[in-house]
């Protein structure tokens, strides 16, 4: 039997984890479906501006996020959405995994991981190419990876790595992996982690799952890492081209909104990076992230005919018939 949920979240970094959270403890059954977990959050070291932290770590408080969402029953699916319909009174969303509908939609999908752009990547996306270390790292435990990535998000993409693969080969473009030549060496203490440096990915190769990394050498040599994981890391870009035709974009491929987070289609919402608002700060992503959430509450209660007056907190009353959220 075909599963219908109350909304789908498209996007899994601090909007659409934050959308969920919101969703989920008003009642409504929800799933996040996104390519990644955190998103832009992943590249940020430290993040000195989020209310209630002096520091945080951008992974750490996606995990945080994340742990609150799944405490309040929020499935979450790793995957690429390709295809977004408006089938009869529910919205359609396709990706690899299957189809899903659902009775409102909010699209937070940010920027979308960048591609390498070479011959296999595409063909073995899901059964072996990843964009997400922390999604998908404990998939490859006792087996070999390869790790395009660099810099200060690509060291903790790799120590994840070889917390569970037998060995990790960390292909970089320069001399060095990060700046930082204590925490390379630390890492490189462990023992199963072999560098790379100055390489070029050429393809990605295997039949039914990944199965050879081919690199360039700075020496022109071609070397074939044999693998059974390929995870590129290497940045984010705006993808919305799925959403065009779908609802209205601006001249920049962004999501049009209104102050409630509408979209230009009824049912559907939008919050963070993914949106014409110009301030892409992570508290406004989570902010407008909770606002998509209650204007999508309030238009699936309209769709059972029950008139939200205000939405100001999680406890219920009933006054003059109809559905009051009131601060408690």
Same mark, same amino acid.
């Given at each position: 039997?075909?599963?219908?949920?109350?909304? @789908? @979240?498209?996007?899994? $970094?601090?909007?659409?984890?934050?959308?969920?959270?919101?969703?989920?403890?008003?009642?409504?059954?929800?799933?996040?479906?996104?390519?990644?977990? /955190?998103?832009?959050?992943?590249?940020? &070291?430290?993040?000195?501006?989020?209310?209630?932290?002096? *520091?945080?770590?951008?992974?750490?408080?996606?995990?945080?996020?994340? *742990?609150?969402?799944?405490?309040?029953?929020?499935?979450?699916?790793?995957?690429?959405?390709?295809?977004?319909?408006?089938?009869?009174?529910?919205?359609?969303? !396709?990706? #690899?995994?299957?189809?899903?509908? #659902?009775?409102?939609?909010?699209?937070?999908?940010?920027?979308?991981?960048?591609?390498?752009?070479?011959? /296999?990547?595409?063909?073995? !996306?899901?059964? /072996?190419?990843?964009?997400?270390?922390?999604?998908?790292? &404990?998939?490859?435990?006792?087996?070999?990876?390869?790790?395009? #990535? =660099?810099?200060?998000?690509?060291?903790?993409?790799?120590?994840?790595?070889?917390?569970?693969?037998?060995?990790?080969? =960390?292909?970089?473009?320069?001399?060095?992996?990060?700046?930082?030549?204590?925490?390379?060496?630390?890492?490189?203490?462990?023992?199963?982690?072999?560098?790379?440096?100055?390489?070029?990915?050429?393809?990605? !190769?295997?039949?039914?799952?990944?199965?050879?990394?081919?690199?360039?050498?700075? *020496?022109?040599?071609?070397?074939?890492?044999?693998?059974? /994981?390929?995870?590129?890391?290497?940045?984010?870009? &705006?993808?919305?081209?799925?959403?065009? $035709?779908?609802?209205?974009?601006?001249?920049?491929?962004?999501?049009?909104?209104?102050?409630?987070?509408?979209?230009?289609?009824? $049912?559907?919402?939008?919050?963070?990076?993914?949106?014409?608002?110009?301030?892409?700060?992570?508290? @406004?992503?989570?902010?407008?992230?909770?606002?998509?959430?209650?204007?999508?509450?309030?238009?699936?209660?309209?769709?059972?005919?029950?008139?939200?007056? *205000?939405?100001?907190?999680?406890?219920?009353?009933?006054?003059?018939?109809?559905?009051?959220?009131?601060?408690?």
């Amino acid at each position: 039997m075909e599963q219908v949920y109350d909304v @789908i @979240i498209v996007g899994a $970094g601090i909007a659409g984890l934050t959308a969920a959270l919101y969703a989920s403890r008003q009642g409504l059954k929800t799933i996040v479906i996104g390519a990644d977990l /955190g998103g832009q959050l992943l590249l940020a &070291p430290e993040i000195q501006n989020f209310p209630g932290f002096e *520091s945080i770590r951008g992974f750490e408080l996606v995990r945080r996020v994340e *742990s609150q969402c799944r405490l309040y029953g929020v499935e979450i699916v790793f995957d690429e959405v390709t295809e977004l319909r408006r089938e009869g009174g529910f919205f359609a969303v !396709k990706c #690899s995994s299957g189809e899903f509908k #659902s009775l409102a939609l909010i699209l937070a999908c940010g920027k979308a991981p960048k591609e390498l752009g070479i011959p /296999g990547e595409r063909e073995l !996306k899901g059964r /072996g190419v990843s964009y997400c270390v922390v999604c998908d790292a &404990p998939l490859f435990k006792g087996r070999d990876v390869a790790l395009v #990535s =660099w810099g200060q998000h690509g060291l903790e993409a790799a120590d994840m790595l070889a917390s569970h693969a037998k060995r990790v080969y =960390w292909v970089f473009p320069g001399e060095r992996p990060y700046e930082d030549e204590d925490a390379v060496r630390a890492l490189l203490s462990r023992g199963n982690v072999e560098l790379v440096p100055r390489a070029k990915p050429l393809a990605v !190769k295997g039949e039914r799952k990944v199965e050879v990394l081919a690199v360039e050498l700075a *020496s022109g040599e071609r070397r074939e890492l044999p693998v059974e /994981g390929v995870f590129v890391e290497v940045g984010y870009e &705006p993808r919305t081209g799925f959403l065009k $035709g779908f609802v209205e974009l601006n001249e920049r491929g962004e999501v049009v909104v209104d102050k409630e987070c509408r979209a230009s289609v009824p $049912g559907v919402f939008a919050a963070g990076d993914v949106t014409d608002l110009p301030y892409k700060q992570a508290v @406004i992503a989570a902010g407008m992230g909770a606002t998509a959430a209650l204007s999508a509450y309030r238009y699936i209660m309209d769709l059972r005919g029950k008139r939200v007056a *205000s939405v100001g907190d999680w406890r219920h009353f009933k006054r003059g018939g109809a559905l009051t959220l009131k601060l408690g």
